[in-house]
């Protein structure tokens, strides 16, 4: 089993749609969970991180399910400009060596069509 | 101020040949980290470097993989004798104290495209 899954998608969504993606992470222990945008060609970019209660920014809101190890990105109004390759991100507890490395999905393509 | 840049931009050597990729890390940032992305592939956790501390070279797929970082700064990543399954973006990142907190944003260069034929 890969440490973190996504939905494999493509997702191809019109403007203003509501479009969600989710992922499970295979390490209870996990500390910390970050959505990263990653555009055609250039390198991720931190979206978001993903607190324990549940967070919002602006029209992105990120969940957690810790019970589940489950995390989801939720994006509202989708627009032309969201169309990226979006990736979940898991980073491991503190206290080991590993403790720097981040540990990606294999992300999910969203194109937002007008 | 100046982001994580890499070099070159891309590369193409042939199979056999070693190849050094660097990275500029952000000024301060005392954490730097080297992912690679292959085709149809997730970003791969490569090795990290925090301070002074002994780096974590976990993810070096074999022992032609080796990268140092001097004065605490920049750092180049070295692969011998490549090979085609070599192939991929590899991407630097960098942070400050990850340790210091647990959300600390990893600065990602624009990556150097190696292409091993």
């Known amino acids: 089993r890969k440490e973190v899954e996504q939905d494999p998608g493509p997702f191809n969504v019109p403007e203003g749609a509501t479009v969600a993606f989710n992922c499970t992470y295979s390490?209870?222990?996990?500390?910390?969970f970050f959505w990263y945008r990653q555009d055609c060609r250039k390198e991720p970019k931190l979206l978001m991180s993903?607190?324990?209660s549940g967070n919002e920014d602006g029209r992105f809101t990120a969940q957690l399910n810790r019970a589940s190890q489950y995390i989801s990105l939720l994006i509202r109004d989708s627009k032309l400009s969201d169309s990226a390759t979006y990736l979940c991100?898991?980073?491991?507890?503190?206290?080991?060596?590993?403790?720097?490395?981040?540990?990606f999905g294999q992300g999910t393509i969203l194109t937002v069509h007008p | 101020g100046a982001g994580v840049s890499q070099s070159p931009s891309n590369k193409v050597t042939e199979k056999g040949k070693d190849v050094e990729l660097r990275c500029d890390p952000i000024?301060?940032?005392?954490?730097l980290y080297w992912y690679r992305q292959s085709l149809g592939q997730g970003l791969e956790f490569l090795i990290y470097?925090?301070?002074?501390?002994?780096?974590?070279k976990s993810g070096l797929p074999s022992d032609r993989f080796s990268a140092e970082r001097t004065g605490g700064s920049v750092s180049t990543l070295t692969i011998q004798r490549t090979q085609q399954e070599d192939s991929a973006v590899y991407l630097c990142?960098?942070?400050?104290?990850?340790?210091?907190?647990?959300?600390?944003?990893?600065?990602f260069g624009p990556g150097t495209r190696l292409t091993v034929t």
């Open positions: 390490n209870s222990a996990s500390q910390s």
């Open positions: 993903v607190y324990s």
């Open positions: 470097f925090q301070g002074n501390s002994a780096p974590d």
């Open positions: 990142a960098s942070s400050l104290d990850p340790l210091a907190a647990t959300r600390r944003e990893q600065y």
């Open positions: 000024s301060g940032h005392t954490a």
């Open positions: 991100v898991v980073k491991p507890p503190a206290g080991g060596t590993s403790y720097g490395k981040l540990t």
